[in-house]
């Protein structure tokens, strides 16, 4: 049982140190979801300094895994002291058992040597006075012989009482070690559970420092995307208002009156439009190209003009982070995008709006020539005889956004 008991001892440690290497654990992080915009330099510092913080817990997590394993390297070297307490224990009880068998045996020969000096002395007595002093010689070399034993047996008794002496101070010890050992065993129960804590959490912490690295990689990329002045072609989307609505031709039947104003019952075909107008609105899609970068003149303050700043007062510039850029824009518009087309000069302002200003190439249906809004009509006329298409070109300004901006509103 008590090899059983130290076999045990010597294996607990390894196996809680192997418990604490194959400790693992996975971690599912969550996102949160933030429906506000985003300001990409100020998000980016943010996620930066999430990041060096996580990884400073990380740092300081592994200082207390690597002290944790310092503490059972220690618990290992205190079970290989007991071990041997206990083996240097049990070599003293065996020299201990073999002096006191040695004793006793001495004592059972003390023992026989005075039977036999009971024997001879009762022999003696029986005896004639002619052999008295034969008898006396015996008996004397008998109690020699017992004092040699009862001085050895003396002797082997002083030796029992050092052993026992020095086993005495090897149980102190031994209990002394036994106190220890069940003292760091609970030591190393709560470490082990701080080791799987710890263990836990950087996982856990690992995983956020993922998340947050490509957060940061995102920010990174929208804020490289957003300052990029190199970008010569941007697709953009907008509004334009040109001057010339899209003519709807319909031939209506208008009563004839006579000189009293009575109807007549008789009916003039007349063309109309009946959507007549100066002005109308497109959906535009299309791309800018960029001819001028002109970024670095919006955003440098203005040279002081001693003969401006004596009747005008000074007009301060945008704010440096915007962009701005003068180019070409080529676009489609409507439901047939083939024969709708938007060219002209754009400006870019505040990173990603345009303003685009020049001529709209589309096919209308017109009136053939000879033919007016209003005018009467034969009656064996239809449309298809009065009407024809013809491209018209047309002036129109237009209001578009970069889809680019499209990114940075957070789904």
Known sequence: MCIAVFVF??????LLE???????????????????????????????????SLNRRLDSNHVLQAEL???????????????????LYQKEVQEKNKLVS????????????????EELYRQAMTSSYVDKAK??????????????????????????????LTLKS??????????????YRHLVDSLQKRVNAVELENVRKQEENKYLAQKAKDAEEKAAISLNKKKKVRPIQGIAMRFFRTPDWDI?????LDEQGHYTNTYNKVIRNRNAGDIEFDFVTGASVMLWDLTNYFNNSRRKDTAATSRLPEIPRFDQKFNYDLGIYVGFGGSNLFKNFYIGPSFRFVDF?????????????????????????????????ITSKSWLVKPFISLSIDLDFLSYIKK
């Open 9 to 14: 001892l010597w294996a607990m440690p390894s």
């Open 18 to 52: 192997a418990q604490v290497e194959d400790t693992s654990f996975a971690v599912e992080p969550v996102v949160a979801v933030d429906t506000q915009w985003v300001d990409m330099p100020d998000s980016l510092a943010i996620y930066r300094s999430q990041v060096e």
């Open 69 to 87: 394993r310092n503490r059972l390297h220690n618990l290992i070297v205190l079970k290989d002291s007991l071990i041997a307490s206990n083996d």
């Open 102 to 117: 040695e004793q006793m045996a001495a004592m059972k020969e003390k023992e026989k040597l005075l039977a036999e000096k």
């Open 135 to 164: 008898w006396e010689g015996e008996l004397k070399a008998k109690e020699t012989s017992i004092d040699a034993k009862s001085r050895e047996i003396a002797y082997l008794q002083k030796d029992i009482d050092a052993k026992e």
């Open 170 to 183: 090897q149980r102190e010890n031994y209990e002394h070690l036994l106190t220890e050992k069940e003292y």
């Open 252 to 256: 209506r039947l208008t009563p004839i």
């Open 353 to 385: 709006f345009y303003i685009t200003v020049g001529v709209n190439i589309c096919e209308y249906e017109v009136l053939a020539e000879g033919y007016q809004p209003n005018q009467t009509l034969d009656y064996n006329l239809t449309l298809d005889d």
